[in-house]
């Protein structure tokens, strides 16, 4: 019997040390795991991220390599004003509280935004204007030379197509004057009153075109700059351009007007030609919008009798628009010093 009970006091004795052995080592376990966690995996101590926008992507590294962190991605982009191989914008921002270790992503300027220069040889200059535009660069100064190709063709420019430029660049245009001969040379109108402009060029047969501009600091009503440059050819009916600051005392003279001609087809015209023409004072021609026959049954629905068609057009002085049905000649409008378009022809389809 005393056996018996030594025994199990023995037992009991044996499983409290065991259970006392397996309650350390577990503690042992969870403590390790904590320091891996919160030391070895999460970084040991808590750090600010610095300012990295500006800074060149070097020492932007080597900032980061102080605080104990990382440089982590670079996205490449262009940028107007940021020097390339600078930092544009940074993820975590600047002031940010975070583990050391961690990885700060960067955006870097690769510079400006350069632009292969377009080819706008051989049009004329309305469409070279719009193509121009829409490749993010600026009409420059244009010039003209007497030519057997059409008034207002483009025969050079300056820089020459396939060049990389900076976006909104100048293009410099030399135009096609036609077959006349020059009426002279173009006068220095910078810093004269747009009020004497008009008797100043009338000898040349010149169409003026006044430009508004807001510029602070400048004299009003005052020629600021002009196109074509002083000493210049000039031919008939060429448009000349001058900026002034405008008083709202004097209004400068321009005969350049903008407006909307809008007509309808009395017919179905989904399979016909249909082509729109612009003629300028000069008689110069410009088609500025076509559609082709289609079949689909999207244009079936779309382009039947009394759709109208809404041409814009800018022109100066004067103009006549003319719409062809299948190459015949279908109507034609006359646009005169800023009236409504005037219906001079017309012809059933």
């Known amino acids: 019997?005393?056996?018996?009970?030594?025994?199990?006091?023995?037992?009991?004795?044996?499983?409290?040390?065991?259970?006392?052995?397996?309650?350390?080592?577990?503690?042992?376990?969870?403590?390790?795991?904590?320091?891996?966690?919160?030391?070895?995996?999460?970084?040991?101590?808590?750090?600010?991220?610095?300012?990295?926008?500006?800074?060149p992507l070097t020492e932007a590294a080597a900032l980061l390599a102080e605080q104990g962190l990382d440089l982590g991605r670079q996205t490449s982009i262009a940028h107007p004003s940021v020097p390339k191989f600078h930092?544009?914008?940074?993820?975590?921002?600047?002031?940010?509280?975070?583990?050391?270790?961690?990885?700060?992503?960067?955006?870097?300027?690769?510079?400006?935004d350069y632009l292969k220069v377009p080819d706008v040889r051989g049009m004329f200059l309305d469409e070279a204007r719009q193509i121009i535009a829409q490749s993010r660069f600026r009409v420059g100064?244009?010039?003209?030379?007497?030519?057997?190709?059409?008034?207002?063709?483009?025969?050079?420019?300056?820089?020459?197509?396939?060049?990389?430029?900076?976006?909104?660049?100048?293009i410099n245009l030399l135009l096609s004057a036609g077959a006349a001969s020059a009426t002279g040379v173009m006068p220095d109108l910078r810093g004269m009153k747009i009020s004497d402009i008009p008797a100043v060029m009338a000898p040349y047969g010149?169409?003026?075109?006044?430009?508004?501009?807001?510029?602070?600091?400048?004299?009003?009503d005052i020629v600021l700059d002009q196109n074509p440059i002083p000493d210049a050819l000039i031919y008939p009916n060429q448009v000349v351009t001058y900026d002034y600051k405008p008083s709202g005392m004097t209004s400068g003279p321009s005969e350049h007007y903008e407006t909307v001609v809008r007509h309808e087809i009395p017919v179905d015209w989904y399979?016909?030609?249909?082509?729109?023409?612009?003629?300028?004072?000069a008689g110069e021609r410009t088609s500025v919008w076509s559609r082709e026959p289609s079949f689909t049954d999207a244009d079936r629905a779309t382009y039947v009798a009394g759709t109208a068609i809404r041409i814009p057009v800018n022109y100066l002085r004067e103009t006549t628009v003319e719409i062809y049905l299948n190459n015949t000649l279908h109507a034609a409008y006359r646009l005169k010093d800023g009236n409504p378009p005037e219906l001079i022809a017309y012809a059933s389809p």
Request: glycine share 8%; hydrophobic share 50%; with cysteine.
């Open 271 to 281: 399979d016909k030609s249909v082509r729109v023409d612009v003629i300028d004072a």
């Open 1 to 55: 019997m005393l056996g018996t009970v030594l025994f199990f006091l023995g037992f009991i004795g044996w499983c409290i040390r065991w259970s006392l052995a397996l309650a350390v080592f577990l503690l042992a376990m969870a403590g390790a795991g904590y320091y891996v966690y919160a030391f070895a995996l999460e970084g040991n101590q808590y750090v600010r991220v610095p300012q990295l926008v500006n800074l």
């Open 87 to 112: 930092v544009v914008s940074q993820r975590p921002e600047a002031d940010r509280i975070v583990r050391s270790g961690r990885r700060v992503d960067v955006v870097v300027s690769m510079g400006k």
């Open 206 to 220: 010149a169409i003026l075109v006044g430009n508004p501009v807001d510029v602070p600091g400048v004299p009003t």
């Open 141 to 170: 100064t244009l010039a003209r030379v007497a030519s057997d190709a059409a008034r207002d063709m483009i025969l050079a420019q300056d820089p020459p197509p396939g060049e990389t430029r900076d976006a909104q660049g100048e």
